[in-house]
């Protein structure tokens, strides 16, 4: 693995983020990106359940199938994922990369300083400070890193996860063929996404799935499970308004 160019607060930086990158990064900002994510993925108590239940069962079950020794995901943002992987697997060396600082940070302080954390999410009707109790897991760690160029060696991961990332990369296929440089022989990389794109050259490239489906196979994928039918429902506020996400989840290697 590379060694980081800096830090900042106990987080590893293996890419120079200019200020400017900093400030035209939406996922810097606290209110929506770190409030949002961290209500999302951390206040099960709010919804009743984690929103994201179906992704972590999808996720675990591909997991299943690996030796897992290291486990990746790229786009962890507040990291509950790779968190709920790192405890499960115990014995597993895991990280999760992301490009914006402020969720990595939060993602630090839950899952590796295991401070419990008040945040206020009035913004969004509820009413009382929520408490999020952290978790002080040893084998996780966490670095900011672009998804195109990831700071690690040749086939050193087993696994390589990666959730509602795809889409929002401004090289899609690039950060696919770092995944694919960085996966160990009988290793899985296991992608959900809603393909929900915010460029129009993203749309006419990888718009019905089935384009996307033989780039993959041209790249020298075996495409190991491929479904289109996992919903996923984005709580928005207390009254219960939410985003249904027509996922597409993908496992390669
Ligand atoms: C929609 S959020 C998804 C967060 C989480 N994985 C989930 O499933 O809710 C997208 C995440 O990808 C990160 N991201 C965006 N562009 C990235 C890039 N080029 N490299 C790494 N992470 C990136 C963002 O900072 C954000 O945390």
């Known amino acids: 693995m590379d060694e980081p160019l800096h830090h900042r607060k106990n987080i590893p930086f293996f890419y120079h983020k200019s200020e400017a990158e900093f400030r035209e990064d939406h996922y810097e900002k606290y209110d929506p990106s770190v409030l949002r994510q961290s209500m999302l993925h951390l206040s099960d108590q709010l919804w009743g359940a984690y929103p994201l239940q179906s992704v972590f069962d999808y996720v675990k079950l591909q997991v299943e199938q690996v030796d897992c020794?290291?486990?990746?995901?790229?786009?962890?943002?507040?990291?509950?994922?790779?968190?709920?992987?790192?405890?499960?697997y115990p014995k597993a060396n895991c990280w999760g990369m992301d490009y914006s600082y402020q969720l990595l940070k939060k993602a630090r302080e839950i899952w590796m300083d295991g401070e419990d954390s008040e945040m206020n999410f009035s913004r969004y009707g509820f009413d009382s400070m929520h408490k999020i109790v952290g978790r002080a897991l040893t084998n996780v760690q966490f670095g900011l890193c672009k998804a195109e160029q990831l700071p690690f060696s040749d086939n050193s991961q087993d696994v390589i996860v990666s959730s509602f990332l795809f889409d929002r990369?401004?090289?899609?296929?690039?950060?696919?063929?770092?995944?694919?440089?960085?996966?160990?022989?009988?290793?899985?990389?296991?992608?959900?996404?809603?393909?929900n794109f915010i460029k129009a050259t993203h749309w006419e490239k990888f718009y019905p799935p089935i384009k996307l489906y033989s780039q993959l196979q041209t790249m020298g994928f075996s495409i190991v499970d491929w479904r289109e039918d996992l919903l996923i429902e984005e709580p928005l506020d207390l009254r219960g308004n939410r985003v249904q996400w027509q996922c597409v989840a993908i496992v390669l290697m």
Not at 76 to 88: D, F, M, Y
Not at 170 to 195: A, H, S
């Open 69 to 88: 020794k290291d486990i990746l995901e790229i786009g962890c943002g507040v990291g509950r994922l790779i968190a709920e992987l790192a405890t499960s």
């Open 169 to 195: 990369l401004l090289d899609p296929i690039q950060g696919v063929r770092e995944m694919k440089r960085v996966l160990r022989k009988n290793g899985r990389i296991i992608i959900v996404t809603p393909l």
